[in-house]
C-alpha cells in the first residue's frame, strides 16, 4: 500500500513543487514505485514535467468523479495533472458541504494498490483543495525557505494539521520540515537553529541547497537528475529520499 504524503505551505516560491518532482524521482530510482499528484490550478508540476494542457486532468476527478487520467512520466513514475479549470473547482466542492473535502481521498483509494509513494503537490493556500491532500494523506511534509517569515506560516500549518487530527480523528503525521534554497547566510543558519529549538527533530537533516541547476533543469522541463545527476540538489534530494525511507522505516 501506497505512503501517501502531501507537500505543503500556504505560501508560493518555497520549493513545493521542484521538491514533489525531485524526491519524487529520487525514490523511483531507489527501486520505489511513486505516483505524483497536482491539486494546484497554477499546474505548475504538470508543466514541469511537459504536460501543459492535459485532456484529461485531476479536475473532473474532483468535480465530476470521472477516473483519475495517469501520464506515464517513465517506467514507475506517473502523474495525476492538474490545468487552469481546477481553480474553479473551489467553489465547486465547498458547495458539496462535507463530502467535498474528502474527493481526493476517494478517488486515490483505488490507486493505492498500485505504487509505494503517492506524493501530492499542493497549491499555495490552505483552502478545500489543500485539504482534500491532507484528508487523503497519511502524512505531510511541510517545505519552507529559510528566511525569517517562514517560521510564523510553520505555527499555521502545524495548527491546521492538529485540528483535522483532533476534529475528524484523523492520523495524520508531521514527517518533516524540509528546508529548501539553502544558502550559507547567517539569517539561514539563525532560523534553522530557531526551529531545532522549538520543534526538535522536525527538520529533516537533509537541507536542499540553493543552486542555479534547479532553474535550468526547470527550464529543460527535467528533473534534477536527469539534467545533472552529480549536481549538489541532486545529491540532496537523492539524501532526503533516503531519510524518507528511513522515517518511514521503509529500509
Ligand atoms: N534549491 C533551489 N535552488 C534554486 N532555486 C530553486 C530551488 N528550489 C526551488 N527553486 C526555484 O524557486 C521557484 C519556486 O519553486 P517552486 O518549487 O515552484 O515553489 P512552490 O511550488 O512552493 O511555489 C522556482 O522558480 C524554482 O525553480
Ligand atoms: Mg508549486
Do not use: W
Given at each position: 500500500?501506497?505512503?501517501?504524503?502531501?507537500?505543503?505551505?500556504?505560501?508560493?516560491?518555497?520549493?513545493?513543487?521542484?521538491?514533489?518532482?525531485?524526491l519524487?524521482?529520487?525514490?523511483?530510482?531507489?527501486?520505489?514505485?511513486?505516483?505524483?499528484?497536482?491539486?494546484?490550478?497554477?499546474?505548475?508540476?504538470?508543466?514541469?514535467?511537459?504536460?501543459?494542457?492535459?485532456?484529461?486532468?485531476?479536475?473532473?476527478?474532483l468535480?465530476?468523479?470521472?477516473?483519475?487520467?495517469?501520464?506515464?512520466?517513465?517506467?514507475?513514475?506517473?502523474?495525476?495533472?492538474?490545468?487552469?479549470?481546477?481553480?474553479?473547482?473551489?467553489?465547486?466542492?465547498?458547495?458539496?458541504?462535507?463530502?467535498?473535502?474528502?474527493?481526493?481521498?476517494?478517488?486515490?483509494?483505488a490507486?493505492?494498490?498500485q505504487?509505494?509513494?503517492?506524493?501530492?503537490?499542493?497549491?499555495?493556500?490552505?483552502?478545500?483543495?489543500?485539504?482534500?491532500?491532507?484528508?487523503?494523506?497519511?502524512?505531510?511534509?511541510?517545505?519552507?525557505?529559510?528566511?525569517?517569515?517562514?517560521?510564523?506560516?510553520?505555527?499555521?500549518?502545524?495548527?491546521?494539521?492538529?485540528?483535522?487530527?483532533?476534529?475528524?480523528?484523523?492520523?495524520?503525521?508531521?514527517?518533516?520540515?524540509?528546508?529548501?534554497?539553502?544558502?550559507?547566510?547567517?539569517?539561514?543558519?539563525?532560523?534553522?537553529?530557531?526551529?531545532?529549538?522549538?520543534?526538535?527533530?522536525?527538520?529533516?537533516?537533509?537541507?536542499?541547497?540553493?543552486?542555479?541547476?534547479?532553474?535550468?533543469?526547470?527550464?529543460?522541463k527535467?528533473?534534477?537528475?536527469?539534467?545533472?545527476?552529480?549536481?549538489?540538489?541532486?545529491?540532496?534530494?537523492?539524501?532526503?529520499?533516503?531519510?524518507?525511507?528511513?522515517?518511514?522505516?521503509?529500509?
Amino acid at each position: 500500500m501506497a505512503h501517501i504524503l502531501s507537500l505543503v505551505n500556504h505560501k508560493g516560491g518555497v520549493g513545493k513543487t521542484t521538491s514533489t518532482l525531485n524526491l519524487g524521482k529520487a525514490l523511483v530510482r531507489q527501486g520505489q514505485k511513486v505516483l505524483l499528484v497536482d491539486i494546484d490550478p497554477q499546474a505548475n508540476l504538470s508543466q514541469s514535467v511537459g504536460m501543459d494542457n492535459p485532456p484529461q486532468s485531476i479536475y473532473e476527478v474532483l468535480c465530476e468523479g470521472a477516473p483519475p487520467p495517469l501520464v506515464e512520466i517513465a517506467p514507475g513514475f506517473a502523474l495525476l495533472p492538474a490545468e487552469l479549470s481546477l481553480s474553479t473547482a473551489e467553489g465547486k466542492l465547498i458547495s458539496e458541504a462535507v463530502t467535498g473535502y474528502f474527493k481526493l481521498q476517494n478517488a486515490l483509494q483505488a490507486l493505492q494498490s498500485q505504487y509505494d509513494f503517492i506524493l501530492i503537490d499542493c497549491p499555495p493556500s490552505l483552502g478545500i483543495l489543500t485539504i482534500n491532500a491532507l484528508l487523503a494523506s497519511q502524512a505531510l511534509v511541510i517545505v519552507v525557505e529559510p528566511q525569517y517569515l517562514a517560521i510564523k506560516g510553520l505555527q499555521t500549518i502545524i495548527e491546521l494539521y492538529t485540528r483535522l487530527n483532533q476534529s475528524l480523528g484523523k492520523d495524520l503525521r508531521l514527517l518533516g520540515l524540509l528546508f529548501t534554497q539553502f544558502n550559507r547566510t547567517v539569517v539561514s543558519k539563525n532560523i534553522m537553529d530557531q526551529v531545532q529549538q522549538r520543534y526538535p527533530g522536525l527538520a529533516f537533516d537533509t537541507v536542499i541547497r540553493q543552486s542555479v541547476k534547479i532553474t535550468e533543469a526547470s527550464a529543460m522541463k527535467q528533473d534534477i537528475f536527469t539534467y545533472e545527476a552529480d549536481s549538489s540538489p541532486a545529491q540532496d534530494y537523492a539524501a532526503l529520499g533516503s531519510e524518507v525511507l528511513q522515517r518511514l522505516n521503509k529500509n
